[in-house]
């Protein structure tokens, strides 16, 4: 089934100036770019994004975070976009990430680990939505 998913390299992978590795890497997956930007996201924008994490004890630090500098936002395309964008990011938690997948390679803590991923068609329509309307994506 041909699906889209929404994926974010968050700031500290911007910072380290990891885009076009990461971005190379996830083409090199087979999945394919319909939508990108770069954004510099408010606090309230990141709070919004990650509405859904409001009651966790990380939700303060996270978003901060998430607009402590700029993040490219970006729609990606292929069969089973979402689980395999999944799988090549890797555990949540760099320190249990699989050799080989992103935040394995690229991340440098629990909350600054590179990218984030849609988890499931409902989250991906959400995210998708927040951050690009249906001009924006391409196909
Ligand atoms: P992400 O996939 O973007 O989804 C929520 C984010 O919260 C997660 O990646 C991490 O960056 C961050 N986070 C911080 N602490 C935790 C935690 N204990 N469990 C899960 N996510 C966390």
């Not at 689980?83 to 949540?92: H, I, K, V």
């Amino acid at each position: 089934m041909l699906q889209r998913t929404f994926c974010i390299i968050k700031p500290d992978a911007v910072e380290r100036q990891l885009v076009g590795k990461i971005l190379a890497d996830i083409q090199a997956a087979g999945l394919k770019v319909v939508a990108m930007k770069m954004i510099h996201m408010t606090k309230e924008q990141a709070q919004g994004f990650y509405a859904v994490h409001k009651e966790r004890p990380f939700f303060e630090s996270l978003t901060e975070y998430m607009a402590s500098g700029p993040v490219v936002c970006a729609v990606l395309e292929a069969e089973n976009a979402i689980t395999r964008y999944r799988e090549l990011m890797g555990a949540t938690n760099p320190a249990q990430a699989a050799e080989g997948t992103l935040r394995k390679k690229y991340a440098v803590s629990l909350e600054a680990n590179a990218v984030h991923g849609s988890d499931a068609p409902e989250t991906a329509a959400f995210e998708m939505s927040y951050f690009f309307n249906a001009l924006e994506m391409v196909g």
